[in-house]
């Protein structure tokens, strides 16, 4: 069965750190693509940053260079290290598993966070 299962959000202080994990079930970590994406208040949902199986990654402009992507074969984990939070990062953060780079199958239950000025 798919599922992914997303952690490690919180509060946390502008300029500060969070890393969120997603656990995937084998089958859904099969997908050629896993994803990071978000969605704040009023806002439509948007791609933070996916790899790929071969470990090709791509990054919205507004993340580059603050937050890294990557995955952990053997634990069936993708992760998304986030640096020098902005309060503009603010939003419900989701895992998601895709087998094309347009079509995203499976989705997490998303995870909070929230960044303070």
């Given at each position: ?7 490690g ?13 997603c ?7 099969s ?62 953060y ?24």
């Amino acid at each position: 069965q798919a599922q992914l299962v997303e952690s490690g959000g919180g509060l946390v202080q502008a300029g500060g750190s969070l890393t969120l994990s997603c656990a995937a079930s084998a089958r859904t970590f099969s997908a050629n693509f896993m994803g990071w994406f978000r969605q704040a208040p009023g806002k439509e949902r948007e791609l933070v940053a996916h790899i790929s199986r071969i470990y090709t990654t791509n990054y919205a402009d507004s993340v580059k260079g603050r937050f890294t992507i990557s995955r952990d074969n053997a634990k069936n984990t993708v992760y998304l290290q986030m640096n020098n939070l902005k309060p503009e990062d603010t939003a419900v953060y989701y895992c998601a598993a895709g087998f094309t780079i347009s079509t995203w199958n499976y989705w997490g239950q998303g995870t909070q966070v929230t960044v303070s000025s």
